[in-house]
């Protein structure tokens, strides 16, 4: 959808819900991507769901998680620092609607199933955000954290993800002369010493993995290696761990798709304030947004029916509250 479109669609709500406020431009790039994370969330998650987080960061998901709601809540993350930010933030929680646990470790080094009671086969949703890339560092690690995730899902459960969407990325950086891009919101720049040259990047005869470049957004936040998701290869993996992927949509087209009139998530869009006053996004966002994908893959088997959900969301809902966590309750995984 171009920038006309859209402005065309919300016109008629854009005084909605956001009378008088401002909307930044990377703050609306945010929001965007809270939409699309609330939005995945919504499509996969049934009331009463488990959820494994890996990559969970400070806990920026919680809420999307608490309105799914989730019945049980695992956040895992590498930065101690982020996971003591999102326990904070799971304690200011409402009512701590569902109980939580927290790990500090490398999702894609470690069995995290080792580090929990009962995490074989019983999880509902992992969600990965904004952080697979960090896993294409090599096929090893894609392994462990494909190995993570289909061990913790029952069958017929959802893993889902954001991440940028490296098809895009090839496609921008054959397009020109150097080894980067950039606009206003966003500086991509590759390694150019590993691929030695650029148009090797996911060619037959190179490893897909291990592919490097680093992504600043916004000059304020500093630049973080990344690796490109050669998506290919992931899908074929994926099947090794049962695993079968059903959606992979870049922000553009899942925008368009959702956010259409009449969509369920079309309000959700102006209450998050991710278009302006006048209902439209810059366009160095919108091309910003561009650089991201949505995936989706399923758990093979599963039998069709609720497998005890509606029952562990009555049993969430009667507790009315669970207890605040503890910080010495964390668990570090070696
Ligand atoms: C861009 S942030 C996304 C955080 C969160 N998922 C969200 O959407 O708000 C990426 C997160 O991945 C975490 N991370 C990166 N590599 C990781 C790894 N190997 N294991 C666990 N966490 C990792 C970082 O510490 C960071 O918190």
């Known amino acids: 959808m171009d920038n006309a479109a859209i402005s065309h669609h919300y016109n008629e ?43 969970s960061g400070k806990g920026g998901d919680l809420q999307k998680w608490a309105r799914a709601p989730a019945s049980s809540y695992v956040a895992c ?49 992992v969600s990965c955000q904004f952080a697979v890339h960090y896993a294409f560092e090599n096929e090893e690690r894609v392994r462990r954290m494909l190995s993570n995730v ?15 969407d490296s098809s895009v990325l090839v496609r921008k950086l054959r397009a020109i002369p ?33 592919i490097r470049y680093t992504f600043t957004l916004d000059t304020s936040v500093e630049d973080c290696p990344e690796y490109l998701v050669h998506f290919p290869s992931f899908e074929k993996l994926a099947v090794e761990y049962g695993l079968e992927l059903l ?29 302006d006053e ?15 994908t949505v995936f989706a893959f399923r758990k093979k088997g599963g039998d069709g029916t609720d497998g005890g959900l509606a029952a562990a969301a009555a049993e969430a809902a009667a507790m009315g509250g669970y207890p605040a966590a ?7 995984m070696s």
């Open 247 to 275: 959606l992979l949509q870049n922000f553009h087209h899942f925008f368009k798709e959702y956010s259409a009139s009449g969509s369920p998530y079309s309000d959700l869009l102006v209450r998050m304030r991710v278009l």
């Open 150 to 164: 289909a061990g913790a899902l029952k069958p017929g459960g959802f893993f889902i993800g954001t991440t940028p």
């Open 13 to 55: 709500r854009r005084d909605e819900g956001r009378k008088g406020r401002q909307t930044s431009p990377i703050l609306q790039l945010r929001n965007l991507n809270n939409w699309v994370k609330s939005v995945l969330i919504n499509l996969h998650t049934r009331p009463g769901a488990r959820v494994l987080d890996l990559c």
């Open 278 to 292: 006048t209902g439209t996004m810059s366009a160095d966002q919108w091309d910003a947004a561009y650089l991201y």
């Open 326 to 332: 503890n910080e010495d309750d964390i668990i570090f």
């Open 178 to 210: 150097g080894m980067s891009f950039a606009n206003a919101v966003f500086k991509v720049v590759f390694d150019d010493t590993d691929p030695p040259h650029k148009n090797k990047a996911f060619s037959r005869d190179k490893s897909p993995y291990g």
């Open 77 to 125: 993350d590498t930065a101690e620092v982020s996971v003591r930010q999102a326990l904070g933030r799971y304690n200011e929680l409402g009512r701590r609607p569902f109980p939580a646990v927290f790990l500090v470790g490398d999702c894609f080094a470690v069995d995290v199933l080792a580090h929990l009671e009962d995490g074989h086969g019983t999880f509902d949703v």
